[in-house]
């Protein structure tokens, strides 16, 4: 690896500020490689030979500057790390410096370790207002809670009352499916009603017509009598009981159980 001009140039730091003074030692590199993360790998593992002071008592950068028949131009910049230990960089992260190097300019940033991270004391500043900001929103928060609990406590009446409506609404149309099942119920059972329907039974068996002398009908059979001379068996297909013990040709009753109209 060339490094052959070894040039070293110590120049006073030029004063920021009145009270803000840094010795930056410069010098020229010449790497074979244009990356700047491996060109300060390079760098670091020559640290102790590229500076007078030990490696672990400095903190240098690299800034490229040109490129060279195929090599890298990088201007070093090194500084003692107790240097930037002083109340002067204390609020400082990152130390720029500017140095003219070879007529160029060129600034070195480096990186300040034992810096205080002010934001611990912008946050401390802002706390009594943000605790402030955090009161506003939590007594805003209860004062929603609290409003809904009076909107909850004036609702609760008209909530019960609307309850018991649709209680009341629910029996009504529970008790008139009711009312029409048992009305329902009754017309079957209605001694008339269950004689048409016989009657049509008998119209439709015996097209010709059936003489009967007398009908007798409640809420669970039709009766009829008949005269002599009759076949009942028609009837009996038709849903009547089939009379028993005497001669179904002679006068008698046939009876048509609940069953037929139900």
Not at 41 to 70: K, N
Not at 82 to 99: C, D, I, K, M, P
Not at 175 to 202: G, H, K, P
Not at 204 to 223: I, M, N, R
């Given at each position: 690896?060339?490094?052959?001009?070894?040039?070293?140039?110590?120049?006073?730091?030029?004063?920021?500020?009145?009270?803000?003074?840094?010795?930056?030692?410069?010098?020229?590199?010449?790497?074979?490689?244009?990356?700047?993360?491996?060109?300060?790998a390079i760098v670091r593992m020559q640290l102790d030979r590229?500076?007078?002071?030990?490696?672990?008592?400095?903190?240098?950068?690299?800034?490229?500057?040109?490129?060279?028949?195929?090599?890298?131009?990088?201007?070093?910049?090194?500084?003692?790390?107790?240097?930037?230990?002083?109340?002067?960089?204390?609020?400082?992260?990152?130390?720029?410096?500017?140095?003219?190097?070879?007529?160029?300019?060129?600034?070195?940033?480096?990186?300040?370790?034992?810096?205080?991270?002010?934001?611990?004391?912008?946050?401390?500043?802002?706390?009594?207002?943000?605790?402030?900001?955090?009161?506003?929103?939590?007594?805003?928060?209860?004062?929603?809670?609290?409003?809904?609990?009076?909107?909850?406590?004036?609702?609760?009446?008209?909530?019960?009352?609307?309850?018991?409506?649709?209680?009341?609404?629910?029996?009504?149309?529970?008790?008139?499916?009711?009312?029409?099942?048992?009305?329902?119920?009754?017309?079957?059972?209605?001694?008339?009603?269950?004689?048409l329907c016989v009657a049509s039974r008998i119209g439709t068996?015996?097209?010709?017509?059936?003489?009967?002398?007398?009908?007798?009908?409640?809420?669970?059979?039709?009766?009829?009598n008949h005269g002599p001379g009759y076949d009942v068996s028609?009837?009996?297909?038709?849903?009547?009981?089939?009379?028993?013990?005497?001669?179904?040709?002679?006068?008698?009753?046939?009876?048509?159980?609940?069953?037929?109209?139900?």
């Amino acid at each position: 690896m060339p490094l052959d001009d070894l040039t070293l140039e110590l120049t006073p730091t030029p004063p920021l500020a009145p009270t803000l003074v840094l010795e930056v030692m410069t010098r020229i590199l010449r790497l074979p490689t244009r990356a700047p993360r491996q060109a300060r790998a390079i760098v670091r593992m020559q640290l102790d030979r590229l500076s007078p002071l030990p490696a672990a008592d400095t903190l240098f950068d690299l800034v490229a500057m040109r490129q060279e028949a195929g090599e890298t131009v990088y201007a070093l910049g090194i500084v003692r790390r107790a240097a930037l230990a002083g109340e002067t960089f204390s609020a400082q992260r990152t130390v720029t410096v500017t140095r003219s190097v070879e007529d160029q300019t060129v600034t070195f940033r480096f990186r300040n370790a034992g810096a205080v991270d002010d934001r611990e004391a912008r946050w401390l500043k802002n706390a009594p207002r943000i605790a402030l900001i955090c009161l506003g929103l939590a007594a805003v928060a209860l004062a929603g809670n609290l409003r809904t609990e009076q909107w909850r406590e004036r609702r609760m009446p008209e909530i019960a009352a609307e309850k018991r409506l649709m209680a009341q609404q629910a029996r009504l149309v529970e008790q008139q499916a009711s009312a029409r099942a048992e009305w329902t119920a009754l017309e079957r059972t209605d001694a008339a009603t269950r004689y048409l329907c016989v009657a049509s039974r008998i119209g439709t068996a015996l097209p010709e017509g059936f003489a009967v002398t007398s009908v007798a009908a409640d809420q669970h059979t039709v009766t009829l009598n008949h005269g002599p001379g009759y076949d009942v068996s028609a009837l009996v297909r038709a849903g009547a009981t089939p009379p028993t013990g005497a001669d179904p040709a002679q006068a008698g009753s046939i009876v048509f159980p609940r069953e037929v109209c139900a």
